[in-house]
C-alpha cells in the first residue's frame, strides 16, 4: 500500500464540502496512513473536532494555543508531515496561499511545510470561475503544488456547474500516486513530444497564434519521464516549467522551428506525441518593421505551413506515432479522418464543445482512437489525462 506509514496534514477550511473529510480522514487511515487534522475557525462550523480526532485517532489542532494553554508547535508539526491536503480549500485560504498571508495556525503550517502539498478546492460556480481564482489556482500550481479540480455538479447553492469538491475516492487515488513508485515501463525508450501553440510574425510586433498554454504536453513530458523514458519536449512559447534530468526541453516560436526541431530528434525515436497547437497558415511576407495604421482595413496574405505530423506520418518507421485532434463539430469523424490520412497509430481526440476540456484549462476530457479501437474517459486533470494516454501505450508498445 503506498500510503502505508505515510504522515499526512489535513487542512480542513470552511465549506459545506468539508462534512466529506469525514470518509476521507477514515479512509486515509484504513489506508495505513497516520492523519494530523488541522481546521481553521469557520471549518468547525462544519465539522466536529471531536469526529475528526476520533476517525484520525489524534487531536485535531485549531488554534496556536489548545484548551489547556499548550502552545502547538505550527513548524514541528509542519515538518512532521510528508504531504499537506488542503481540502476542501475556499477561494479565502487559496488567495491567502498565493500571497502568503500567515494569520491562522493553518497558514503557519502551510508556510512552514517542506513536504508536497495538494491542494482541492470547492466552491459555488461563479466563484470557482471568477478570474482571481482562476489565476490564484495557477499561482498555488506554480509554486510546484498539485491541484485536483473541482468537480461538475450539483452545488449547495441548487446550482448546477463546476464547483465540487472532488469525491474522497477521487482525492485518495491522487495521494496514492503522490507515493506510488512509479513503474519504470518506459526505460530505454525515447519519446519525442511537442507542447504549446506556434506563433507567425506578421510584423516585429504582432503574431498570429493560438491559446495551448502548453500544459498538456509539458504533463505528458513529466509523465513519460516519471516512467523512465529519455524525453524531447519541444515546446512553442509557454509559462510550463520542467526540471527533469530526463527531460530535455527545445524552445521554439514559430510552425517552420517546430518542423526543424521535431526532425531532429524523429529518427530515433520510439514514440511521438504532438499535442502542440501548431498554426496551419503563416503570413506570406514578415514585415521588418512595424505595420504602420493607415487604412481602415489590413489584409494579411496567409500561406500554408507544412504540417508537420502528416510529415511524422509519412518517414514513420520504427515509431509509435500518437496525433491529438482539437476539434469543435463532427469531432469524431475528424479525428478518424486525420488518423487515417496522416498515417497514425493513435489520435487523442478533444473537443472545445466539452466544458473544462481544451487550452488554457487544467482539465481535459479526452477519446482516443486507433484504427481497430476507441476509448473515451471522464473530464479529469491533464496530470491524470497524462496517465490515462500512456497507460494505453504502454499497452500498445
Ligand atoms: O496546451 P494546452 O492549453 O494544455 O491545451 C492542450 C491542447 C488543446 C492544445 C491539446 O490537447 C491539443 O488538442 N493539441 C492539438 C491541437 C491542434 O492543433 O489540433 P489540430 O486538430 O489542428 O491538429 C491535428 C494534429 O496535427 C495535432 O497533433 C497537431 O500537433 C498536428 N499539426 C497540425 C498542424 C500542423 N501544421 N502541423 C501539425 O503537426
Not at 498555488?140 to 441548487?158: D, M, N, Q, Y
Not at 477521487?170 to 506510488?180: D, G, H, M, R
Not at 509523465?223 to 510550463?240: D, F
Not at 478533444?350 to 476540456?357: F, I, Q, T
Request: aromatic share 8%; with cysteine; glycine share 6%.
Amino acid at each position: 500500500m503506498s500510503l502505508q506509514g505515510k504522515k499526512i496534514i489535513l487542512g480542513i477550511t470552511g465549506g459545506i464540502a468539508a462534512y466529506k473529510m469525514n470518509y476521507l480522514v477514515r479512509d486515509l487511515v484504513k489506508s495505513g496512513a497516520e492523519v494530523k487534522i488541522v481546521l481553521t475557525k469557520s471549518a468547525q462550523d462544519f465539522v466536529s473536532p471531536l469526529t475528526l480526532s476520533t476517525l484520525s485517532k489524534h487531536s485535531v489542532y485549531t488554534d496556536f494555543f489548545d484548551d489547556n494553554k499548550t502552545w502547538n508547535n505550527h513548524v514541528e508539526l509542519a515538518l512532521w508531515a510528508d504531504l499537506m491536503l488542503m481540502a476542501p480549500c475556499t477561494a479565502h485560504t487559496l488567495a491567502k496561499i498565493t500571497v502568503g498571508i500567515c494569520d491562522n495556525f493553518l497558514m503557519a503550517v502551510y508556510m512552514s511545510a517542506k513536504c508536497p502539498v495538494i491542494i482541492a478546492p470547492a466552491m459555488d460556480l461563479d466563484m470557482y470561475a471568477h478570474p482571481a481564482v482562476t489565476r490564484n489556482l495557477k499561482t498555488a500550481e506554480s509554486f510546484g503544488h498539485t491541484i485536483i479540480p473541482a468537480e461538475f455538479g450539483e452545488l449547495a447553492s441548487g446550482l448546477t456547474g463546476q464547483g465540487r469538491l472532488a469525491e474522497p475516492a477521487t482525492i485518495l487515488s491522487v495521494l496514492e500516486n503522490q507515493f506510488s513508485d512509479a513503474k519504470q515501463t518506459f526505460a530505454g525508450k525515447k519519446f519525442l513530444i511537442t507542447a504549446g501553440p506556434t506563433y507567425e510574425n506578421i510584423d516585429p510586433v504582432r503574431f498570429v497564434g493560438n491559446h495551448s498554454s502548453g500544459k498538456m504536453g509539458f504533463d505528458l513530458a513529466k509523465e513519460a519521464a516519471k516512467r523512465g523514458a529519455k524525453v524531447v519536449l519541444i515546446s512553442g512559447p509557454s509559462s510550463q516549467k520542467v526540471e527533469d534530468e530526463n527531460i530535455k526541453l527545445c524552445k521554439v516560436t514559430s510552425a517552420q522551428e517546430m518542423f526543424d526541431e521535431v526532425f531532429k530528434y524523429y529518427e530515433d525515436a520510439d514514440v511521438a506525441i504532438m499535442s502542440a497547437a501548431v498554426a496551419d497558415y503563416t503570413p506570406k511576407v514578415k514585415a521588418k518593421e512595424k505595420i504602420k495604421k493607415k487604412d481602415n482595413e489590413l489584409t494579411i496574405e496567409l500561406i500554408k505551413n507544412k504540417d508537420i505530423l502528416r510529415t511524422m506520418g509519412e518517414k514513420k518507421a520504427q515509431q509509435f506515432l500518437v496525433g491529438f485532434a482539437l476539434e469543435t463539430q463532427n469531432e469524431e469523424e475528424n479525428a478518424r479522418d486525420k488518423l487515417i490520412k496522416k498515417n497514425l497509430d493513435m489520435i487523442v481526440l478533444n473537443s472545445l464543445r466539452d466544458e473544462g476540456a481544451g487550452f488554457a484549462n487544467a482539465t481535459n476530457k479526452v477519446k482516443i482512437f486507433t484504427p481497430t479501437e476507441e476509448q473515451s474517459f471522464s473530464l479529469k486533470s491533464k496530470e491524470a489525462v497524462a496517465k490515462d494516454l500512456l497507460d494505453f501505450i504502454e499497452q500498445k508498445l
